[in-house]
Every structure is written in structure tokens, then in C-alpha cells.
């Protein structure tokens, strides 16, 4: 674990205001600068989770040697391979308030010159990912069945890849989000979890002529299972000079009661 308690750190503070367009500014500030980008607003924000549109980064400087970096333990820039120099510049420690720990090469001034890294972070809390919307066989609202299996699936056109792209001069970077997995808490207790968005229930075939790929069986019947399914999204960025990596992970979910009945034999004589 890093420790702390360096002095004269440099904050960076990345704000998101409501608005429109995906422009971003970059200010001046006695203790830094501050890039300020627009987004518009979007339903589930306060359930984002791994990052959000209010991340403060501080930024120290780093000594290659390891010996004067106030009892940090040693961190070998050479093993990110996006942060190796390029031009003037010099290795940072840079903590962010979402958990994101690293050492970076920044070119230029740290106070005057926007990074591709952090274009990347804004540009990704702006990508709108709101709570899945989530089908059913059989469908919300009619009773599940002990026993049979119960699907969960997504509507079409949910599971794909989003980006966001912001630049400031000659520095660019692309923030992606892409969904990685669907879980599936029954709300008896019991999780599933499923790669992909499930498979559309056809309700034009017969059932013994169809499968599904993310599906429960129920083994008690019950008034109201509490069920949720949430979807989690990776992040990737790319940006000028050849630089990119990862970001932190981000999830939504919806929950939904579900009624399990016990399903009802016929018995005949004859």
C-alpha cells in the first residue's frame, strides 16, 4: 500500500455541469487548473458506482530513484507502458478520489497543460448508462412457475459499447464503456450470473423448441420475491500520443418483484 503525507500536492478537480455538448475548458487556478466539461442529465446517476461526474485527482511529484519520495514505497514507472516520457515533462504520483492509483509521465507544466488521462476520466463520466431494462419469460407481472425456468433477458439495442470524446487543443482521449455481465439476484437467496444480455423469449415457437442463456428456476412458491439484475460496464480510453488503459468499472441496477405459483397438474380418469 502507498502511504501518505506528502506536501505541496497539486489538485486537479474534474467537474461535469449540467448542459448540453461535450465541450471542455480548461482554467487556470493558483493551485492548478480546472477542466470543466457539459453533460445533460441522465436517469440513474446517484446509483453509478467506481466513478461519477465530481473526481479529484492530486498529482505529486516522483523521483525515479525511489529515495525521496516521503517513505512511499517504490513504484517502477516503466511497468505502465502509457507512461512512458515523451518530451519535456516528469513522473507524477497521481491519486484520485475514486480509488485510481498510478505514476504517470506528464509532458510540460502539470499546472498548464491538460493530460490525455485526464480528458479520458471526464469524457468517461459523461457517457450516459442508465439502469437496464429488463424482460422476462414469462413476462413482469405474470406468475413464475416452480420449478420451470425463468428468463431474464435485456431489450434489444442495451447491450452495446458507449463512448465519449473530448479534446482540448492538440490533447484528445476516448472514454468506452462496454457491458461486460448480467447478475441476477433471484431474491431467494441464490445468484446467477450471465456474459452476455440473455436470450429473447420467441413467443411465436413453442417452449420445448427454445433455450436460454441467463435463466432460474424457482424451488418455493412465494407472494413476492424482491429479484435485481445489474449490469456491469468496463472502461477503456485511448488517447493523443499513442496513450490508453483502463477505468474503473461501472454498474446499474433495476429491481423487480417476481410471484412464484406452483404449477397445477391435470389429472384425468379413463
Given amino acids: 500500500m502507498l502511504a501518505y503525507g506528502l506536501s505541496s500536492l497539486l489538485a486537479v478537480a474534474l467537474l461535469a455541469v449540467p448542459g448540453d455538448g461535450d465541450g471542455a475548458e480548461v482554467k487556470a487556478q493558483p493551485w492548478g487548473y480546472l477542466i470543466t466539461g ?53 513522473y507524477y504520483l497521481i491519486e484520485c478520489s475514486d480509488g485510481y492509483r498510478d505514476v504517470l509521465w506528464v509532458q510540460g507544466d502539470i499546472g498548464q497543460t491538460v493530460t490525455s488521462e485526464q480528458l479520458a476520466r471526464q469524457a468517461y463520466a459523461l457517457i450516459p448508462i442508465a439502469p437496464p431494462k429488463v424482460l422476462t419469460a414469462p413476462p413482469r407481472g405474470s406468475d413464475a412457475l416452480v420449478g420451470l425456468p425463468h428468463w431474464f433477458y435485456l431489450r434489444k439495442g442495451e447491450w452495446k459499447a458507449k463512448s465519449k470524446r473530448l479534446e482540448v487543443g492538440a490533447v484528445w482521449a476516448e472514454a468506452t464503456a462496454t457491458p461486460q455481465k448480467m447478475t441476477v439476484d433471484a431474491g431467494d437467496g441464490k445468484t446467477i450470473t450471465c456474459d452476455g444480455p440473455g436470450t429473447a423469449y420467441d413467443p411465436s415457437k413453442r417452449a420445448d423448441q427454445q433455450r436460454s442463456s441467463c435463466s432460474y428456476r424457482y424451488l418455493h412458491p412465494k407472494g413476492a420475491y424482491q429479484a435485481s439484475v445489474t449490469v456491469t460496464w468496463n472502461g ?35
Avoid at 49 to 73: A, F, I, M, R
Avoid at 84 to 90: H, L, N, Q, T
Wanted: proline share 9%; glycine share 18%; net charge positive.
Fill in 38 to 90: 457539459r453533460q445533460g442529465p441522465r436517469p440513474g446517476a446517484a446509483n453509478r458506482s467506481g466513478s461519477g461526474s465530481n473526481v479529484t485527482c492530486k498529482y505529486t511529484p516522483w523521483h525515479v530513484d525511489g529515495q525521496q519520495n516521503g517513505g512511499l514505497e517504490f513504484v517502477d514507472p516503466a511497468s505502465n507502458p502509457n507512461s512512458k516520457p515523451r518530451g519535456d515533462g516528469a
Fill in 236 to 270: 477503456t480510453w485511448r488517447g493523443s500520443g499513442g496513450s490508453g488503459g483502463t477505468l474503473p468499472s461501472i454498474t446499474r441496477t433495476v429491481t423487480f418483484p417476481i410471484r412464484v405459483s406452483e404449477a397445477q397438474a391435470l389429472v384425468t380418469k379413463g
